[in-house]
């Protein structure tokens, strides 16, 4: 059985797996977590699998979806701002980083079960369109930092207007053959 990711449509197509894409609204179970990347990101994904698995009040399973996305955050705004990030190396930052899976489209604010750890917040993310590259290989800084500068070379030959912070996203499991994982970057373009 396939997981379920989040519909998007695809607005353009361009080289490089970049795509500029609009997004439907849907419901994100988040956490914020403090620590370099890739600590926060194994610790909030206990966090999140703990609800999924049925950590919640109902004590229901949820399936799990794709992907499972990190944005990095200034303490200075509410956490579920996205805001700038003023380190240039988004890898070793101390976070915090916002770390989120996307909740099956069945469920709405109402349906899905509430979350036992208060750690966790349920938000909808409202329709929106981004500029996107997807690529293959790990999600080690140096695979990340090639594309990101990829996309953020698009974006400036485009002359789009974006969030300063991207979204990393990651829909395979670890032990996926790098060369057939999916990784994208995500920038929320600003109308």
Not at 45 to 52: E, K, N, P, W
Not at 83 to 109: C, H, K
């Amino acid at each position: 059985m396939a997981t379920e990711t989040v519909a998007y449509s695809v607005h353009k197509s361009m080289d490089k797996g970049i795509e500029i894409r609009n997004y439907e609204s849907h419901l994100i179970a988040e956490v914020s977590v403090k620590g370099k990347r890739g600590r926060a990101a194994s610790a909030a994904f206990r966090v999140l699998a703990g609800f999924i698995f049925g950590g919640n009040q109902s004590r229901t399973s949820v399936a799990m979806t794709a992907p499972v996305s990190q944005t990095p955050i200034s303490e200075k705004i509410a956490m579920t701002a996205p805001v700038s990030q003023q380190s240039q190396d988004r890898d070793s930052m101390d976070g915090p980083w916002l770390i989120n899976f996307a909740m099956p489209s069945e469920y709405t604010l109402e349906t899905l079960p509430i979350p036992n750890d208060d750690r966790i917040t349920i938000r909808e993310v409202e329709a929106h369109q981004t500029i996107s590259i997807r690529f293959a290989g790990t999600s080690r800084k140096g695979n990340l930092d090639t594309h990101h500068e990829m996309l953020k070379n698009k974006i400036k030959e485009l002359e789009l207007n974006v969030e300063e912070n991207p979204t990393y996203a990651f829909y395979d499991r670890p032990m996926t053959r790098p060369s057939q994982r999916r990784n994208e970057i995500h920038y929320r373009i600003i109308k």
